[in-house]
């Protein structure tokens, strides 16, 4: 469990073809030194399991796999060397929740369909699948490339976040250009929310 509060925006160093996946090396010195092999951190809000740590004076690098799976899934099959990648480690139970309870399981990928720059903030519209429309609301949260954001308005196969300059500079989001695809994950609730309303309308229907 995460919060998309990104504590990082680290380099790719490798990637490197392993059968139907990849693996994905990142360079970053402080999440490095205090991982362990086994623990779970988002990439671009995708949940991956650290597989190696490397931590020496000039290169300290933590490995990823990713199956065939998740690379056609999210934007991590995109990677090469150079880029950048938005991460957090997993939420210990004793932390304070600033963002909103993102699980790592991306729903879609989305592409920025629009961005309106207004000196160092910017509007950025999103194109998604329809059938996320009805898992997003106007002043909900949803977790773009594994970034905690606040909706401002949906419309039926986009959404809007308003990002600020903080946002822009400490993550992925400040470099995307139109066209550019994010991970995308709704909100954990409004998952529950439309299951329980769609069950009950279909005990409705039977009766």
Not at 5 to 26: I, Q, T
Not at 88 to 111: C, P, W
Not at 154 to 162: I, L, N, Q, T
Request: net charge negative; aromatic share 4%; with cysteine.
């Amino acid at each position: 469990m995460f919060t998309g509060l990104v504590e990082a925006l680290a380099p790719v160093a490798d990637v490197v073809p392993e059968g139907p996946g990849k693996r994905l090396v990142l360079r970053h010195g402080e999440i490095a030194a205090g991982a362990s092999i086994g623990e779970s951190i988002a990439i671009n809000g995708c949940c991956l399991t650290v597989i190696a740590v490397a931590v020496d004076d000039d290169d300290d690098t933590l490995a990823f796999q990713a199956g065939e799976e998740t690379l056609s899934r999210t934007n991590l099959g995109e990677l090469s060397a150079g880029d950048a990648v938005n991460l957090e480690r997993s939420l210990k139970l004793n932390a304070e929740l600033g963002g909103h309870f993102v699980t790592g399981h991306i729903d879609a990928v989305g592409t920025l369909d629009e961005r309106i720059d207004d000196g160092d903030w910017s509007t950025c519209w999103f194109r998604m699948p329809a059938a996320l429309a009805t898992q997003i609301v106007s002043k909900g949260s949803i977790a773009v490339d594994g970034v905690s954001l606040t909706v401002v308005d949906v419309e039926p196969e986009r959404f809007s976040v308003a990002l600020i300059p903080h946002t822009l500079n400490l993550t992925t989001l400040g470099r995307l250009a139109v066209g550019g695809r994010v991970n995308l994950e709704t909100d954990l609730l409004a998952k529950y929310v439309q299951k329980q309303i769609t069950a009950m309308r279909g005990e409705n229907t039977k009766s």
